[in-house]
């Protein structure tokens, strides 16, 4: 059977488009940097769905233990670093400016107690009496400069030592004038003498007090910085250890493993760190209390003992030098004799102090010697004072500037004790305070070593359970 052939049809156009508004494009951006990048979506998603599973748990958990020692570790070291420099501080910066304040102001007491004696010694001046004078200007002017180079010019140190660097040429001149004229046999010697004593009793002795007392205001401050806990350093210890002793607990309960050896050995570096940092911060505050308590507090008490002395001493030879021309403001007294009973009853005080701070023997004796001084002083004074008042002037000063069994004997040895006593305490101070800076020797560095170990641990430790799923 014969078949028509088949007809092609031809194949139809398609029907042009009816004009309307073009497409919109998307904006334009950044896109892909390649056919292997991976946008932040798909990474938050990839997090998710890793996180529904054990493995991508272990991931996370291991990741969180490792910064978390990282941290630890980070602030360990940042807080111990800054307290063992403030440590430091104390022993190398604050506590010498302070005795170097205190210093100025017993040059200063020195120098007028050395002035006053030279002034009664007659025209020929004693040349020891002379050096001493000279050497304690010289001290003054070397420790004002020296503190000047520690000090803010806009403190109340600053200020201070301005002053005192003004105030010390003018008393120096007056001294100069009072001593060319005693050498001349003029009573106008005595006048200048008065008027130098008066500037440094009045003006350059406060001033060189409110020196030592900011420099001991700063001091204590200084005390406080080492003695701060590092709160920050101790929380990133505690939550490293919640967080390991929560992932150890967790692996046993999935595993039924009592350890895991990783994260047991970032356990024991944590735990290390830890208690590293706490009994070095409370063994640097005990040897910082020790320093404050027993040493510097003996340190100022002694130190205001020394300068009362002079105080004293100088008062007692210008009552001499003055020969009753200066009363008091009622005009009842004699201004330098109350002066004298004033400073030896402070005296007296401040060494009942000291023997109650001192803590040792070796602290003690000198001390005890110092009083012991003081009482045969106040004695042979009432001896200057009999023969002053009888009309025995000469035999008064004889008392007063000779050598055995004079007042100046008394003196001399009691600044003897005082100065023993002083360089004992100052030895005490050193060895506490330096202990406290060598609690947090190597600490720093132990810290971050122990930190990054414990990390890697972990890592290990981590990766040791992801295995089992491999």
């Known amino acids: 059977m014969t078949h028509p052939p088949t007809v092609g049809t031809a194949p139809q156009p398609a029907p042009a488009p009816a004009p309307g508004p073009a497409p919109a494009r998307p904006p334009a951006g950044p896109g892909p940097a390649g056919p292997g990048a991976v946008s932040r979506a798909e990474i938050v998603r990839r997090l998710r769905a890793a996180a529904t599973t054990e493995p991508g748990r272990l991931q996370i958990v291991g990741a969180v233990l490792a910064a978390l020692m990282v941290v630890f570790g980070a602030v360990t070291a940042l807080e111990v670093s800054d307290r063992a420099a403030a440590a430091d501080d104390v022993v190398s910066r604050s506590q010498p400016l302070s005795r170097d304040a205190a210093s100025v102001y017993r040059s200063l007491a020195d120098a007028n107690t050395a002035a006053s004696t030279g002034f009664l010694s007659g025209a020929e001046e004693p040349r020891e009496v002379k050096e001493r004078y000279e050497k304690d200007i010289a001290r003054a002017s070397r420790l004002l400069v020296t503190a000047a180079t520690h000090t803010d010019s806009d403190s109340e140190s600053g200020r201070q030592i301005a002053h005192l660097n003004e105030l010390l040429p003018r008393y120096t001149g007056y001294v100069e004038t009072a001593r060319a004229n005693n050498r001349l046999g003029h009573p106008l010697g005595g006048a200048y003498l008065r008027f130098a004593s008066d500037l440094m009793t009045e003006d350059l002795l406060p001033a060189a007090r409110k020196l030592h007392l900011a420099e001991s205001t700063r001091l204590r401050a200084d005390y406080d910085d ?245």
């Open 226 to 470: 080492p003695r701060f806990w590092p709160l920050a350093s101790v929380a990133a210890g505690v939550a490293a250890l919640a967080v390991l002793g929560w992932a150890q607990r967790r692996n046993y309960r999935r595993t039924h493993r009592v350890f895991n050896h990783g994260l047991l050995a970032t356990t024991v570096a944590a735990a290390l760190v830890t208690g590293w940092l706490v009994g070095a911060q409370a063994l640097a505050g005990a040897r910082l209390d020790d320093a404050e308590v027993h040493a510097q507090r003996s340190l100022d008490v002694l130190s205001e003992a020394r300068i009362q002395a002079l105080q004293a001493r100088a008062s007692e030879n210008l009552t001499l030098v003055a020969r009753g021309a200066v009363l008091t403001d009622d005009g009842k007294d004699d201004k330098y004799a109350v002066e004298y009973a004033q400073a030896m009853e402070r005296l007296g005080s401040s060494l009942d102090d000291a023997l109650r701070h001192a803590d040792d023997t070796a602290g003690r004796t000198p001390v005890e010697k110092a009083v012991e001084t003081v009482a045969a002083w106040r004695t042979r004074h009432t001896d200057v004072t009999k023969a002053d008042q009888g009309g025995d002037y000469d035999g008064a000063v004889a008392r007063v500037i000779g050598g055995e069994g004079s007042t100046n004997e008394s003196f001399d040895s009691l600044d003897t004790a005082l100065t023993e006593a002083l360089e004992h305490e100052q030895r005490e101070f050193t060895a506490s305070a330096k202990a406290a800076g060598s609690a947090f020797t190597g600490l720093a560095a132990g810290a971050a070593l122990l930190a990054v170990l414990g990390a890697v641990t972990a890592v290990l430790g981590i990766n040791r359970r992801l295995s089992e799923y491999r």
